[in-house]
Structure formats: structure tokens, C-alpha cells
């Protein structure tokens, strides 16, 4: 079993990178990239045991090891196992190039610094237990989130590289600061780890685009800038429910979703919406949402039916011989998580593309380019799966032209109120990585350049990075390959199945998410 399951482990890997959540309370299992393998070295003499998974997927059990930082290595008494785990090597001295490293991983049984920390807070630690134990598939997850000020308070608008979850998958993420509002030619990102992962933040730089004081900028879902003076509203929008114009009508968080099949998740439904427009004008489509809770349930299902063999499969990400089978599922959980556009013209729908849900968080705002329209009517549909998006907002923008962000590099960042160079250095550095732990919280700082007084600025935040997801002990009992296999090889078996189980929790699992998350006191 474990041989197949290796040879067709992608679909499951795919649902984990984009049933986008982390998970909270009790922890038995760290799994630790190659980059901070200093953090392994402090608990060396506290875990007799050592898992070193390598990219060519073979793995190497240690009894007792040390890791040499100088010279990039791992050195350690054990057992070599191969691949296909059918050929064994015993020595007493490994000496293991980091460089191929896919992850390490510990057993831990007394708590490491950051878990003892979560349990020695009071009030706020009882709320997360109650929460997390009432249902254990809704559990606060972040990834980096990063809060900005609106001109009232800090508001949670970004949330960094959910596809992220291990780090051969370290990535770019553009996340659009729609109500960012900066202060003395100054702007501030909060950046906090809420939850019980590791966050692995390679740069988090600023992109601001100087546009006129009337104009707003999107993002394309490929990277591309353009802005627009002209934004049309809706002048209808239907879904199965009836009219829902005034909740997409304006971002202002009042989001319209739907409730998951009773008996299918992955049940599609169809949202009809309407403009007016002036022929022959260039628009974009924007779309302001954000996941449901759905994919974190599945997100969570999937992790715990990897079990113990979940630091075995994220280790395969980084597998060479894998690469090939990457993309086959790709287009399944992207039509699952994302919404597929499509524009009525010449008397039928034409689909134009799928944009994709991002995380559950943060409401993220993009921008979908459409062909020039020829009549003074346009009518589109955005396809997606029932119970799985919230919208916040629908909007046709009139392109005036692309625009070119300026890139801004933080100045200054703040730990516990105090500057940390360290930590400024670590996010200016392409070498090196700030890596935060629960309760973190960094406050960076980037000075704004000088424009015309009759100019503003949009704002974006571009991160790169990845996070590990800290394996709680509730998901190990519910390990099964067999349920593994049916996700693989039978996914649509899988969400029938699946069905009245999400169901029965569907109704508490927003109180309980957001009810969950962890913060130092």
C-alpha cells in the first residue's frame, strides 16, 4: 500500500496546498525544513530519534546524531532506508549533505519552548482547548497574516502564500492592501504567526503604484498591474437564493455564500450577474472573496488520514522523480477551490478562465481581463463550488493603462516593540529567512516615496516563503491509507462520502475557527 500510495500521492498533496489552513492545540510531531536545522540542533539531547526524508525520497532514521551548521551536514548513527524502503544500511556514522534534505523530522514527547508557551497561557489557552476540542476540523489556521491600518484600525488584509506547505513549494504571493492607508509617508505591516505552525518569510516586500486620487489599481492573477478611473457597479446579480446585488455591491465584508451539498461537496452552482457598458471599451472583472470553511475541513480530513506518514508525504513534494506527475491533478482542485468565469457572447457561455479562492481569511481582490464588449450589455457567470467561496464584492473596471509598482523594502522591523535588526536583515537578505513561531508578531515599516499632490497610492504586499504545519495527535487517530487511497484514487467517491460529515459540523465551524486562534497574552 504504502508503495502505491507513493507512486500516486499528488491529488491528496494538491488538496493540502490549496484546502489552505494550519492547525492549532495539541502537538506531537515538528517537521523541520533543511533551513532550520539550528532549531534541531537545540533539541538534539531531548530526541533520541531523528527522520531525515531527502528529496530523492529515500530516508534516514537517526539514534543519535548532530547537526554540523559550519559545514552544512548531519552526522548521526542508523539505519539508511531506500526508496521503495526494500534495501536497508546500518552504520554508525552518516554523513548527510543538507543540501538534499526534503525535511527532518522529530518525535518529540516533552513539548518544545513554543508549545510549553501556548499551554502556559490562561483565559486565552482555555477558549482555544474548548474551540479546538468541540471540533477538531475547525481549528484557527493563518499562514502569515499580515494587518494594516485602515484609517480606523488595524484590519487583517493579506495573508501570505497559502499554496505554500512545504518548502520545495516556497513561492511568490501578490495580495492586494485594499483598505491600506498609510501615515506620515510611512506604511506598516503587523505580521503574525496565529496559530501552532512555523512560518518561513523570505522577503515581504511593498508594492505601491502611484494612480490618481479617483483611480483604484488590480492586480491579474499573473502578476499584471492596471489601472482604472472608471468602475462600474452591478446592475444585477442572481444566484439559486434570489438577488444578492447588495451583498457584492460594495467591499464592505457583508459576503454572500452558500451552504455545501447535503450530499456532494463538490456540487457546482452558478452566480448570473449583469453590467452596462460602452461598446468597444476595455474592462477587467474585478472580484473581491475569499474560501469558506469547506477546504479547511477537507484540508484537515486529508492531513489527518496521512497520520504519522504525514512528514513522509510533504517530504515528497521535493522528490525529482515526482515532478512529472505534478500538474495532473492541478486542474481538479482548481476548479474545486476557484471560480470559473464565463462571458455570454454570440448567444452561448464562453468560459474565460478560472480564477483562484485563496485562502479563508483575507478577503483578496483580483482583477480578470475580458476581450472588448460589443454590445451595451454584458452578462457573465462565475461557476464555482457550492459552500466553497464567499464573495465580498463584483465590480467591472474600465482599463485606462498598465501600471509598474514600485518595489519597497521594509527599513525597519520590530519585535516585542524593539527594533531587530536580526530580523530586518533576515527579510533583505535572499539568503536568509525570518522564521516566526506562534504568538509572533513583527511589525515592519517602509517609507513611501514622494508623488504629486494630486496622486495616491495603491498599495499590494508581495511575500515569499512557505510554513510547516505542527501535526496535532487528535489527527493521528484518525490515520487510514485505505481513506488516503479513495481521496487518490477516487476523489468525487471521497466528497460523497465526506458529505454528511462536514454537514454535521458546518453551522459552528466559523465561531469555532475564528474563536480558536492563538496569541501570546
Request: proline letters at 4%; glycine letters at 6%; a neutral charge.
Given at each position: 500500500m504504502?508503495?502505491?500510495?507513493?507512486?500516486?500521492f499528488?491529488?491528496?498533496?494538491?488538496?493540502v496546498?490549496?484546502?489552505?489552513?494550519?492547525?492549532?492545540?495539541?502537538v506531537?510531531?515538528?517537521?523541520?525544513?533543511?533551513?532550520?536545522?539550528?532549531?534541531?540542533?537545540?533539541?538534539?539531547?531531548?530526541?533520541?530519534?531523528?527522520?531525515?526524508?531527502?528529496?530523492?525520497?529515500?530516508?534516514?532514521?537517526?539514534?543519535?546524531?548532530?547537526i554540523?551548521?559550519?559545514?552544512?551536514?548531519?552526522?548521526?548513527?542508523?539505519?539508511?532506508?531506500?526508496?521503495?524502503?526494500?534495501?536497508?544500511?546500518?552504520?554508525?556514522?552518516?554523513?548527510?549533505?543538507?543540501?538534499?534534505?526534503a525535511l527532518?523530522?522529530?518525535?518529540?514527547?516533552?513539548?518544545?519552548?513554543?508549545?510549553?508557551a501556548?499551554?502556559?497561557?490562561?483565559?486565552?489557552?482555555?477558549?482555544l482547548?474548548?474551540?479546538?476540542?468541540?471540533?477538531?476540523?475547525?481549528?484557527?489556521?493563518?499562514?502569515?497574516?499580515?494587518?494594516?491600518?485602515?484609517?480606523?484600525?488595524?484590519?487583517?488584509?493579506?495573508?501570505?502564500?497559502?499554496?505554500?506547505?512545504?518548502?520545495?513549494?516556497?513561492?511568490?504571493d501578490?495580495?492586494?492592501l485594499?483598505?491600506?492607508?498609510?501615515?506620515?509617508?510611512?506604511?506598516?505591516?503587523?505580521?503574525?504567526?496565529?496559530?501552532?505552525?512555523?512560518?518561513?518569510?523570505?522577503?515581504?516586500?511593498?508594492?505601491?503604484?502611484?494612480?490618481?486620487?479617483?483611480?483604484?489599481?488590480?492586480?491579474?492573477?499573473?502578476?499584471?498591474?492596471?489601472?482604472?478611473?472608471?468602475?462600474?457597479?452591478?446592475?444585477s446579480?442572481?444566484?439559486?437564493?434570489?438577488?444578492?446585488?447588495?451583498?457584492?455591491?460594495k467591499?464592505?465584508?457583508?459576503?454572500?455564500?452558500?451552504?455545501?451539498?447535503?450530499?456532494?461537496?463538490?456540487?457546482?452552482?452558478?452566480?448570473?450577474?449583469?453590467?452596462?457598458?460602452?461598446?468597444?471599451?476595455?474592462?477587467?472583472?474585478?472580484i473581491?472573496?475569499?474560501?469558506?470553511?469547506?477546504?479547511?475541513f477537507?484540508?484537515y480530513?486529508?492531513?489527518?488520514?496521512?497520520?504519522?506518514?504525514?512528514?513522509?508525504?510533504?517530504?515528497?513534494?521535493?522528490?525529482?522523480?515526482?515532478?512529472?506527475?505534478?500538474?495532473?491533478?492541478?486542474?481538479?482542485?482548481?476548479?474545486?477551490?476557484?471560480?470559473?468565469?464565463?462571458?455570454?457572447?454570440?448567444g452561448e457561455?464562453?468560459?474565460?478562465?478560472?480564477?483562484?479562492?485563496?485562502?479563508p481569511?483575507?478577503?483578496?481582490?483580483?482583477?480578470?481581463?475580458?476581450?472588448?464588449?460589443?454590445?451595451?450589455?454584458?452578462?457573465?457567470?462565475?461557476?464555482?463550488?457550492?459552500?466553497?467561496?464567499?464573495?465580498?464584492?463584483?465590480?467591472?473596471?474600465?482599463?485606462?493603462?498598465?501600471?509598474?509598482?514600485?518595489?519597497?523594502?521594509?527599513?525597519?522591523?520590530?519585535?516585542?516593540?524593539?527594533?531587530?535588526?536580526?530580523?530586518?536583515?533576515?527579510?533583505?537578505?535572499?539568503?536568509?529567512v525570518l522564521?516566526?513561531?506562534?504568538?509572533?508578531?513583527?511589525?515592519?515599516?517602509?517609507?513611501?516615496?514622494?508623488?504629486?499632490?494630486d496622486?495616491?497610492?495603491?498599495?499590494?504586499?508581495?511575500?515569499?516563503?512557505?510554513?510547516?504545519?505542527?501535526?496535532?495527535?487528535?489527527?493521528?487517530?484518525?490515520?487510514?491509507p485505505?481513506?488516503?487511497?479513495?481521496?487518490?484514487?477516487?476523489?468525487?467517491?471521497?466528497?460523497?462520502?465526506?458529505?454528511?460529515?462536514?454537514?454535521?459540523?458546518?453551522?459552528?465551524?466559523?465561531?469555532?475557527?475564528?474563536?480558536?486562534?492563538?496569541?501570546?497574552?
Open positions: 504504502r508503495k502505491i500510495l507513493f507512486n500516486l499528488f491529488f491528496p498533496i494538491f488538496l496546498i490549496n484546502f489552505t489552513s494550519c492547525n492549532l492545540y495539541t506531537e510531531k515538528k517537521i523541520y525544513p533543511p533551513q532550520l536545522a539550528s532549531q534541531v540542533a537545540k533539541i538534539g539531547d531531548k530526541s533520541p530519534f531523528l527522520k531525515v526524508h531527502m528529496k530523492d525520497g529515500g530516508l534516514y532514521i537517526l539514534k543519535s546524531w548532530k554540523d551548521e559550519e559545514n552544512k551536514t548531519i552526522k548521526g548513527r542508523g539505519i539508511y532506508y531506500s526508496i521503495d524502503r526494500n534495501s536497508t544500511e546500518e552504520k554508525d556514522l552518516f554523513i548527510i549533505d543538507l543540501e538534499s534534505v527532518l523530522e522529530t518525535n518529540v514527547l516533552k513539548r518544545s519552548g513554543a508549545v510549553t501556548m499551554t502556559l497561557v490562561t483565559g486565552a489557552s482555555v477558549a482547548t474548548v474551540y479546538c476540542l468541540a471540533n477538531p476540523k475547525a481549528c484557527f489556521g493563518s499562514c502569515p497574516t499580515f494587518y494594516v491600518w485602515d484609517g480606523d484600525s488595524l484590519r487583517l488584509q493579506a495573508e501570505g502564500f497559502t499554496s505554500s506547505v512545504a518548502p520545495a513549494l516556497e513561492a511568490d501578490i495580495d492586494a485594499y483598505h491600506a492607508k498609510s501615515y506620515n509617508d510611512e506604511l506598516t505591516l503587523e505580521v503574525r504567526n496565529e496559530a501552532l505552525e512555523t512560518h518561513v518569510i523570505r522577503y515581504a516586500d511593498l508594492l505601491v503604484v502611484p494612480k490618481g486620487k479617483n483611480s483604484r489599481v488590480y492586480v491579474t492573477p499573473n502578476g499584471k498591474f492596471f489601472e482604472s478611473d472608471r468602475i462600474l457597479s452591478l446592475t446579480a442572481k444566484a439559486s437564493e434570489g438577488d444578492i446585488l447588495p451583498l457584492i455591491l467591499p464592505d465584508g457583508k459576503e454572500r455564500f452558500s451552504l455545501a451539498d447535503e450530499k456532494y461537496l463538490g456540487e457546482r452552482e452558478d452566480i448570473e450577474i449583469e453590467f452596462l457598458v460602452k461598446p468597444g471599451k476595455n474592462y477587467g472583472l474585478v473581491g472573496r475569499r474560501l469558506t470553511l469547506l477546504s479547511t477537507l484540508f480530513q486529508v492531513l489527518a488520514y496521512m497520520g504519522n506518514d504525514a512528514g513522509y508525504w510533504l517530504a515528497q513534494i521535493g522528490n525529482y522523480k515526482n515532478q512529472g506527475k505534478f500538474d495532473r491533478f492541478k486542474k481538479a482542485v482548481e476548479k474545486f477551490n476557484g471560480i470559473e468565469i464565463l462571458v455570454h457572447r454570440d457561455w464562453k468560459s474565460i478562465g478560472i480564477i483562484d479562492g485563496e485562502g481569511l483575507a478577503t483578496n481582490f483580483n482583477i480578470v481581463l475580458l476581450d472588448k464588449v460589443d454590445s451595451d450589455t454584458l452578462r457573465v457567470k462565475l461557476r464555482m463550488t457550492k459552500g466553497a467561496i464567499r464573495l465580498d464584492y463584483v465590480a467591472l473596471a474600465e482599463i485606462s493603462k498598465e501600471v509598474e509598482p514600485i518595489v519597497i523594502k521594509p527599513y525597519s522591523v520590530l519585535y516585542d516593540k524593539k527594533e531587530s535588526p536580526e530580523s530586518l536583515s533576515s527579510l533583505l537578505d535572499s539568503e536568509k522564521v516566526t513561531f506562534p504568538g509572533d508578531v513583527y511589525k515592519l515599516k517602509y517609507r513611501l516615496p514622494k508623488i504629486e499632490k496622486k495616491d497610492f495603491e498599495f499590494f504586499l508581495k511575500a515569499r516563503g512557505y510554513y510547516l504545519e505542527w501535526i496535532r495527535k487528535e489527527w493521528l487517530e484518525e490515520e487510514n485505505l481513506l488516503l487511497a479513495e481521496v487518490i484514487f477516487s476523489p468525487e467517491q471521497a466528497l460523497r462520502r465526506l458529505a454528511p460529515k462536514f454537514k454535521s459540523v458546518e453551522a459552528e465551524m466559523e465561531k469555532q475557527f475564528w474563536g480558536s486562534k492563538y496569541a501570546r497574552p
